[in-house]
């Protein structure tokens, strides 16, 4: 069964840092694209950022370049998000996510961590 | 940057046919899939790559993509269907939601 668990978020203020962390199982982690999206309170869902399997590729939604990094460990079977200069509007729960394999859409999420940026 | 358009609500009575609409440029060339998401709850993929149907989602479910618009049709709607749901597509490397369409059965 595949699973996804994100961690990490918290109550920080702006400018602060914080490190999201998404722990999966259930599938052979290193050959799939992966994916964080968030979601504001009472909003839509937004796309953050995606990394390929080696984690040689990433990229980002351009509200976060430059903030944000994604990454990944493929012997811990983990996924990561390092969230720099944060701001108010980056309130929102993060979902890790799996990249449908060969599509460019997600066939697992997890389950989400929120993320609230408040003085 | 790329945008797609969803209306932000949707009506349907019980065992009518439900569409829901995502307008983008030039999105009937690319790929566009479909996400429910109920209350409290992580999102559910259940259209791929414009009308592609996962294992597990009723066939009541089906989605096209022409032109500039990509469109989600659930068939024989039932009330379990209520729930917001959202196209994506892809752009340069880069992906975008619409804004989500909130679908009432009633």
């Known amino acids: 069964e595949v699973q996804l668990v994100e961690s990490g978020g918290g109550l920080v203020q702006p400018g602060g840092s914080l490190r999201l962390s998404c722990a999966a199982s259930?599938?052979?982690?290193?050959?799939?694209?992966m994916t964080w999206v968030r979601q504001a309170p009472g909003k839509g869902l937004e796309w953050v950022a995606k990394?390929?399997?080696?984690?040689?590729?990433?990229y980002y939604v351009d509200s976060v370049k430059g903030r944000f990094t994604i990454s990944r460990d493929n012997t811990k079977n983990s996924l990561y998000l390092q969230m720099n200069s944060l701001r108010v509007d980056d309130t929102a729960v993060y979902y890790c996510?799996?990249?449908?394999?060969?599509?460019?859409?997600?066939?697992?999420w997890g389950l989400g961590t929120l993320v609230t940026v408040s003085p | 940057s790329y945008e797609l358009t969803q209306p932000p609500s949707v009506s349907v009575s019980p065992g009518q046919t439900a569409t829901i609409t995502c307008f983008g440029d030039?999105?009937?060339?690319?790929?566009a899939c479909w996400y429910q998401q109920k209350p409290g709850q992580s999102p559910v993929e259940v259209i791929y790559?414009?009308?592609k149907r996962p294992s597990g989602i009723p066939e009541r479910f089906s989605g096209s993509t022409s032109g500039n618009t990509a469109t989600l049709s659930i068939s024989g709607t039932q009330p379990m269907d209520e729930a917001d749901y959202y196209c994506?597509?892809?752009?340069?490397?880069?992906?975008?939601f619409g804004g989500g369409t909130k679908l009432t059965v009633l």
């Open positions: 996510a799996r990249n449908h394999y060969g599509y460019n859409s997600v066939d697992y």
């Open positions: 259930g599938f052979t982690f290193r050959t799939y694209w």
């Open positions: 990394i390929n399997e080696d984690g040689g590729g990433n």
């Open positions: 030039k999105l009937g060339d690319k790929y």
């Open positions: 790559q414009d009308d």
């Open positions: 994506q597509a892809w752009d340069s490397h880069t992906w975008v």
